[in-house]
């Protein structure tokens, strides 16, 4: 595997797990587990900085465009992930804005968050799947030495996205840390 598709996979191997500490709390707080919404508030941050504003535009320029270019074999599948892309963004905002609605509404506005969280986390599985599925192996096989430098060259430029952010060196432990066994320990954070 080339080794900017295997950072691409990498960081989907971090996403799926920060998603399935999403999932694991979903379904404690469906249970009537108290579920500090502030952890939800941590995840929904990693959720729009990491697969949003980080890796989507890594994937958007440097494998579905050079792959546009080399084949019209994957023009139907880079244009479905392209508005899954799109779709990720309205996701986001739908999620952020049914947080808020909780945070202020309280009770009343929990199942309307708990209902929006479990459709996203499906749709981006989904969405992952789709491109480990498909388009890493198209990529794989039509991408020449030239897209992959150019691809390699620019990854390396990038930081840690949640360098400086507040709570940033914590956050992905801490969120891991709710994920249940064996990924963590499925506990309430110590204080
Ligand atoms: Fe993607
Ligand atoms: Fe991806």
Known sequence: MSQPLQILYDEHRSIAAVLDALAHLLREAAR???VDPKVFRQILYYLDVVPERYHHPKEDEF???P???R???ADDLVARLEHQHR???ESMAHLEQSMARWDAGGDAERAAFLAAATTFVDRYRQHMQLEEDELMPLAQRALTAEDWAAAEAQ???HHDP???AEESAELFRRILYL???PIGLGDPLPD
Do not use: I, Q, S, V
């Open 63 to 65: 494998l579905f465009a």
């Open 162 to 164: 949640l360098k400086g």
């Open 71 to 73: 084949t019209h074999e």
């Open 179 to 181: 994920a249940p066994p």
């Open 67 to 69: 792959l546009r270019r």
């Open 32 to 34: 009537g587990k108290a």
């Open 155 to 157: 990854f390396a430029l």
């Open 87 to 89: 779709m990720g963004l």
